[in-house]
């Protein structure tokens, strides 16, 4: 079947399954913008910025777990694009990101809206293409998706020029991919899984470390079934949450710089460390060689890259989490017949968590006067009883809304871990939002990261995507200032951000409803008007400035040094002790 | 007082050598730019790199000298192989090879020297390829301390200017013929545990 380049991009995307593209148009890529005029089953949705249109594919693809689509033009919307594709490489999200390029014989022209794409791409995709042929688009396309997808997901980029989207060419459509060069390993070495089930039910005390792999790899069902059955305690990362709900007894919640004192304690007095989809992130292990020093790492990654890679690993497992983890089981169930369960020996180690989490829970301290941003967050988890979809932006409130809400679900929690990118919370919302158009999204921010990518309120409003946004507003790159506060001797540089604009009026230009609170005894109120509006909300929610997010171990420092408190002259001069120039 | 064990990478031992990896790749455009980007953008010192066809017209055989620890080498290998067009990656550096490499040499060729020049040439088993009033360029192949022994001795003649390819190996074959009924089997490298993930 012939057909212009556009046309076959189309129905190679409908082949795929993608029901939603993110996208904003340009000369480069017109073609495939008047294909799409009168191309059924495809729902376009125009953003206002083009790295909009890659943090919604993101929340798309986590929220579904499907492939996440978005198509930009050429030059600076490609450039645009970069940070989603970075923040998609970091957290290994799949999603695969058109961008329209110059006619093929103007390419190195310095031509109007061009750049080197692929150049520019190359590090910061899992991988590229630029099509030079017009029945190359098809197998491209095919590979692109299976890329993106399979073994550890992450971003694909490929680059259209734009006489390849005019000129008609041959439909080519593979059946099946084989590619000689990428053939990931999805089966864990039954060796090892042997060696790590024998470990496991000896172990005296044993902690899970889960990441985003289990989520990813959807593992969460087998995890659990892992942890109940050896009832070894779960400690999840950021990007893990939800991977094991954090109200189940086993769960001791989020682990590393500001995650809480058992788990941290719990990791670092650890004798055998299970890591699954976990890659010893530096926010998670702090300074490395006082990171779990007397365990045996057990490593489950799908990335042979991951392993060994901050960490010494003893027993490397290369597989997908889920498959790994179900062989596990049974190889745990296979060796609980000779050894015993071994509950009875960890009987001390779960008293001895108990006691950590009975002296050290997370805290803050209540005011009746001043809202503390803590407070929001669980009132959010209370009202929408932890069955929300909750995104973040970067800063103080992610780290709260990490801590604090009370997770019962994967692929409900959407944040920029390994990137930190500010402004990821709405555009993410709104992908999250289009995949479920019936699950109430609620997207924390804070008023610095919200700022990045407000213009996206006009989108949410236009596309009716009643995304609901939580502006924990303390005038100020909080984040930023706490590390300035207890870091750099409360020497405040360029972080005030004093309560322009303003947030009710902002919204309500942008169609959306506008609502504002400056008391604890408004915020629960706030938030149910907030949640039963069907349209986009912006509630602004004036807090405490001063608040920080405790623990907190200094960049640099061992996870034992956490910082519990606000910092006195004794903390801060720990604290300037253990940073180790970063 | 003695502290934990260890835990970070480079402390742990191993000191720094030179590695010769070999690395099949997918012959099309870009591939050496994603690869000399890795490199780049991990911060490994990459100190000769050079490509070429192979039997296969549509692979290419990269040969690359690479100084790290263990450590260094392990992520370089794991991370080469992660490039989606990077069909192998073989360190041959602990494994039965031979490494050669070729140099072009222009050297100051006054009359009192020529003789010894020619001499030197004939023990290095070099060839002259050009010859002038005043200069030789000499062709020499060989492994890194015979080119730099070669040097050494040119190098009071006065070098004009050297031209070096970077180092290309190969393995040596088995030391017994593989017997005729048993075809090569491969084991699956997933079946090693040593050996995490290379694609097979």
Known sequence: MRLPGARIVLECLKREGVDIIFGLPGGAVLPIYDALYDFQGLRHILVRQEAAAGHAAEGYARATGKVGVCLVTSGPACTNLVTALQDAMMDSIPIVAFTGQVPTHLIGNDAFQEADNVGITRSATKHNFLVKDGKDLGPIIREAFHIA????????????????????????????????SYNPNYEGHAGQIKRAARSMVRAGKPVLYV????????????????AELTEIPVTTTLMGLGAFPSEHPLSIEMLGMHGTYYANMAVHHSDVLIAVGA???????????????????????????????????????????????????EAVREEMKTAGDGREGRRPWHAQIAEWKKTQPLR??????????????????????GEAMIVTGVGQHQMWAAQYYKFKHPRAWFTSGGLGTMGYGLPTAMGVQAAHPNKQVINIDGDGSFQMNSQEMATCFVEKLPVKTVIINNSGHG???????????????????????????????????????????????????????????????????????FPMVPAGGANTDMILTPPTREVRDRAEKSQTGF | MSGPP??????????????????????????????????????YNIESLSVGETLDPTVSRMTLVVSGDEFVIEQVTKQLHKLIDVIKVN???????????????????????????????????????????????????????????????????????????????????????PRKAEPAKRPRVSEDPRVVGFAD
């Open chain 1, 479 to 549: 984040m930023v200032r706490q590390w300035q506060r207890i870091i750099y001797k409360e020497r405040y540089c360029a972080i005030d951000l004093p309560g322009i604009p303003d947030w009710v009026k902002l919204a309500e230009a942008y169609g959306c409803v506008g609502l504002r609170v400056t008391k604890p005894s408004e915020v629960v109120p706030a938030l149910e008007k907030m949640l039963s509006t069907p349209a986009p909300v912006i509630l602004d929610v004036c807090v405490d400035k001063d608040e920080c997010v």
């Open chain 1, 149 to 180: 997808q399979t073994g550890r997901p992450g971003p694909v980029h490929v680059d259209l020029p734009k006489d390849i989207l005019v000129k008609e060419a041959e439909l080519i459509w593979p059946d099946k991919v084989t590619m000689r």
């Open chain 1, 364 to 385: 803050y301290d209540w005011d009746d006067d001043v809202i503390k941003p803590q407070y929001v967050i669980q009132e959010i988890s209370n009202l929408t009883r």
């Open chain 2, 91 to 177: 360190d041959l550096t602990d494994e039965s090879h031979v490494e050669r490499e070729l140099m072009l040499i222009r050297v100051n060729a006054e009359p009192q020297h020529r003789e010894e020049i020619l001499r030197t040439a004939d023990i290095f088993r070099a060839k002259v390829v050009d010859v002038t009033q005043v200069s030789f360029v000499l062709e020499a192949t060989g492994d890194e301390g015979k080119l730099e022994a070669l040097i050494e001795l040119l190098r009071p003649m006065g070098i004009q200017e050297i031209v070096r390819t970077g180092k290309v190996a190969i393995a040596r074959g088995p030391k017994t013929r």
């Open chain 1, 279 to 329: 890659r010893f992130d530096d926010r998670v292990t702090g300074r490395v060689d006082a990171f779990a020093p007397h365990a045996e790492i057990i490593h489950i990654d799908i990335d042979p890259s991951s392993i060994s890679k901050n960490i010494k690993v003893d027993v490397p497992i290369v597989g997908d989490c889920r498959r790994v983890l179900r062989a596990l089981v």
């Open chain 1, 211 to 226: 990441g985003g792999g289990v989520i990813s790899s959807n593992a969460h069902a087998e995890l659990r079934e892992l």
């Open chain 2, 6 to 43: 260890a835990r970070t990478m480079t402390a742990n031992g191993s000191e720094p050598r030179k590695h010769t990896i070999s690395v099949l790749v997918e012959n099309k455009f870009g591939v050496l730019s994603r690869v000399a980007g890795l490199f780049s953008a991990r911060g």
